[in-house]
């Protein structure tokens, strides 16, 4: 007990002064985590833990609460909207990934055809845990290529089910038809149960937890529902993780969604860098001296062959730019292929050093997709220009006690015309391509881009502006654009427009110099032209 207390306050101590610094520098947490799993293996050489099966159960339910927030953000009634996001282009990279793995794998390396199959149905699978959590932070998942990757994610959590399932009959050599009629009967009952039982037994108990105005009652239900339902799941022989989503989606269907999101965040974000680390333990310094070629080669041909095929796929139905950012966003090999790989070895059917080759490709391509997902616009632009749309920024190089209007909507096109009568200089910035289209054509000088991200604050040079004044309506992005600009020049004096007092009080942590409430201010000039007005 005594040495566990002392690894685990160890790491701890460890990923933060990592993070610390990787914050810094503006690296994403994830190489922190998967560092620190490196250094405390070797250091204490704990590498042996890395396949402990206590260790992984824990860390899978990072991923467990990962699925379970994405689920509350898409009910049944969103999931049927991104139908083709899910099924149609879920369907066809996974398959298509597959068979041209399959092919390489069999044809040409001449692996077995049982080796073939696991292998290259794995490395079909993109990183939900990587993918899925920096969308989330970042608010990326809102973006086209956010909505497109994350349906393509969700489609390939439940074609794990499947894999698993032909792992067990490979190693078995059981009958195949029963083992799918007995999976699909599994799925009817278990989806019935939580959907019609289920569903009414969570928002009972959601529902009196709430109302005892005890928090750790209501925090102690949403744990009950996230590991209940992933356990019920399991139980089947499903993933965790698809238990938790579909309780999400449930929940969603509630009015209790955005506390339980706000609730459960701790327990997610803990548990993910827990399974960070055991992936950075998972790292064999050695092998990968050995045979570092080989292993980057694979690595490069692996991400190279996905990235074609989502993009060819998710260019059907999106845009290039867009198809090009999802491609590059999910080229990297999912976190089951860890336990698919296990899985395999275990039933004979891959051999030890091509199971450590393959781990150390899946790893390394975790490793720098966090670096490719934050510089996801860089290169996006590299590649993809928009004609003829937007002014070039170098055109900003002297600007100085100018007025930011951030958005040009409705409201935005007021102020913009307020300030123009006032003869005062203004720069719009929208991150809505079709808004700075519109303003371009009325004349105004409009730029796109987003202003929660610093590079955008620099070039229309935040720090020398009057003021900064916030016209949007979505209330997560402008926390972000405020926290972004009062983080980069925190005397600016920022303006924001609010509809509501809940919105006020959301951003009343935040040094905002003014907040102007919309409806009140209506609802005074109109008692006051009531009031007032010459009859």
């Given at each position: 007990?005594?040495?566990?207390?002392?690894?685990?306050?160890?790491?701890?101590?460890?990923?933060?002064?990592?993070?610390?610094?990787?914050?810094?520098?503006?690296?994403?947490?994830?190489?922190?985590?998967?560092?620190?799993?490196?250094?405390?293996?070797?250091?204490?050489?704990?590498?042996?833990m890395?396949?402990?099966?206590?260790?992984?159960s824990?860390?899978e339910?990072?991923?467990?609460?990962?699925?379970?927030?994405?689920?509350?953000?898409?009910?049944?009634?969103?999931?049927?909207?991104m139908?083709?996001?899910?099924f149609?282009?879920g369907?066809?990279?996974?398959?298509?990934?597959?068979?041209?793995?399959l092919?390489?794998?069999?044809?040409?390396?001449?692996?077995?055809?049982?080796?073939?199959?696991?292998?290259?149905?794995?490395?079909?699978l993109?990183?939900?845990?990587?993918?899925?959590?920096?969308?989330k932070?970042?608010?990326?998942?809102?973006?086209?290529?956010?909505q497109?990757?994350?349906?393509?994610?969700?489609?390939?959590?439940?074609?794990?089910?499947p894999?698993?399932?032909?792992i067990?009959?490979?190693?078995?050599?059981?009958?195949i038809v029963?083992?799918?009629?007995?999976?699909?009967?599994?799925a009817?009952v278990?989806?019935?149960?939580?959907?019609?039982?289920?569903k009414?037994?969570?928002?009972?108990l959601?529902?009196f937890?709430?109302?005892?105005?005890?928090?750790?009652?209501?925090?102690?239900?949403v744990?009950?529902?996230?590991?209940?339902?992933?356990?019920?799941?399991?139980?089947?022989?499903?993933t965790y993780s698809?238990?938790?989503?579909?309780a999400?989606?449930?929940?969603a269907?509630?009015r209790?969604?955005?506390?339980?999101?706000?609730?459960?965040?701790?327990?997610?974000?803990?548990?993910?860098?827990?399974?960070?680390?055991?992936?950075?333990?998972?790292?064999?310094?050695?092998?990968?001296?050995?045979?570092?070629?080989?292993?980057m080669?694979?690595?490069?041909?692996?991400?190279?062959?996905?990235?074609?095929?989502?993009?060819?796929v998710?260019?059907i139905?999106?845009?290039?730019k867009?198809?090009?950012k999802?491609?590059?966003?999910?080229?990297?090999?999912?976190?089951?292929?860890f336990?698919?790989?296990?899985?395999?070895?275990?039933?004979?059917?891959?051999?030890?050093a091509?199971?450590?080759?393959?781990?150390?490709?899946?790893?390394?391509?975790?490793?720098?997709?966090?670096f490719?997902?934050?510089?996801?616009?860089k290169?996006?632009?590299?590649?993809?220009?928009?004609?003829?749309?937007?002014?070039d920024?170098?055109?900003?190089?002297?600007?100085k006690?100018?007025?930011?209007?951030?958005?040009?909507?409705?409201?935005g096109?007021?102020?913009?015309?307020?300030?123009?009568?006032e003869?005062?200089?203004?720069?719009?910035?929208?991150?809505?391509?079709?808004?700075?289209?519109?303003?371009?054509a009325?004349?105004?000088?409009?730029?796109y881009?987003?202003m929660?991200k610093?590079?955008?604050?620099?070039?229309?040079?935040?720090?020398?502006?009057?003021?900064?004044?916030v016209?949007?309506?979505?209330?997560?992005k402008?926390?972000?654009?405020c926290?972004?600009?009062?983080?980069y020049?925190?005397?600016?004096?920022?303006?924001v427009k609010?509809?509501?007092?809940?919105e006020?009080?959301?951003?009343?942590?935040?040094?905002?110099?003014?907040?102007?409430?919309?409806?009140?201010?209506?609802?005074?000039?109109?008692?006051?032209?009531?009031?007032y007005c010459?009859i």
């Amino acid at each position: 007990m005594e040495s566990a207390l002392y690894y685990v306050t160890t790491a701890l101590g460890i990923s933060i002064v990592v993070n610390l610094i990787l914050k810094r520098l503006g690296i994403s947490q994830i190489i922190g985590y998967i560092m620190t799993g490196v250094v405390v293996a070797y250091a204490f050489d704990l590498r042996h833990m890395a396949n402990s099966h206590a260790l992984e159960s824990i860390a899978e339910f990072g991923i467990v609460f990962l699925m379970f927030t994405i689920g509350l953000e898409m009910s049944l009634q969103r999931l049927a909207t991104m139908k083709i996001d899910v099924f149609f282009n879920g369907f066809l990279q996974t398959t298509i990934t597959a068979a041209i793995f399959l092919a390489l794998t069999y044809g040409v390396f001449h692996l077995n055809l049982a080796t073939s199959l696991i292998v290259s149905m794995s490395l079909a699978l993109s990183s939900t845990a990587v993918v899925l959590s920096y969308l989330k932070s970042t608010k990326e998942i809102t973006r086209p290529y956010g909505q497109r990757s994350m349906g393509i994610l969700i489609y390939q959590d439940i074609a794990v089910i499947p894999i698993l399932l032909l792992i067990g009959f490979l190693g078995t050599g059981g009958d195949i038809v029963s083992v799918l009629i007995q999976t699909a009967l599994s799925a009817i009952v278990i989806v019935g149960l939580l959907f019609v039982v289920g569903k009414k037994v969570m928002a009972w108990l959601l529902h009196f937890s709430s109302t005892s105005n005890v928090e750790e009652l209501f925090m102690g239900s949403v744990l009950l529902i996230v590991v209940g339902a992933s356990l019920a799941v399991h139980a089947f022989g499903f993933t965790y993780s698809l238990g938790a989503f579909i309780a999400g989606m449930i929940i969603a269907e509630t009015r209790y969604h955005h506390k339980v999101e706000s609730d459960i965040a701790p327990f997610k974000d803990l548990l993910l860098g827990t399974f960070f680390v055991t992936v950075g333990m998972k790292i064999d310094l050695a092998f990968f001296a050995a045979h570092a070629l080989e292993v980057m080669g694979l690595l490069i041909a692996i991400m190279l062959i996905k990235a074609i095929v989502i993009f060819g796929v998710v260019n059907i139905y999106s845009k290039s730019k867009t198809a090009f950012k999802a491609s590059i966003a999910m080229a990297q090999v999912g976190e089951f292929s860890f336990a698919v790989f296990a899985l395999a070895s275990n039933h004979q059917l891959l051999d030890g050093a091509l199971s450590q080759m393959l781990v150390l490709a899946v790893v390394l391509s975790l490793l720098i997709t966090p670096f490719i997902l934050s510089n996801i616009s860089k290169i996006s632009a590299f590649f993809f220009r928009e004609p003829g749309a937007v002014e070039d920024f170098s055109m900003l190089s002297t600007e100085k006690n100018h007025i930011l209007v951030c958005g040009y909507g409705i409201v935005g096109r007021f102020v913009v015309k307020a300030l123009r009568a006032e003869g005062v200089k203004y720069i719009i910035i929208d991150n809505s391509y079709k808004h700075v289209q519109e303003a371009i054509a009325h004349g105004e000088k409009a730029y796109y881009g987003d202003m929660s991200k610093t590079a955008i604050l620099d070039k229309v040079h935040a720090a020398d502006a009057a003021s900064v004044i916030v016209t949007l309506d979505n209330l997560e992005k402008k926390r972000l654009i405020c926290e972004a600009v009062l983080g980069y020049a925190p005397k600016a004096k920022v303006v924001v427009k609010v509809v509501s007092l809940e919105e006020k009080r959301t951003l009343r942590d935040l040094p905002i110099s003014v907040t102007v409430d919309g409806k009140r201010e209506v609802a005074a000039r109109l008692v006051s032209e009531a009031l007032y007005c010459d009859i």
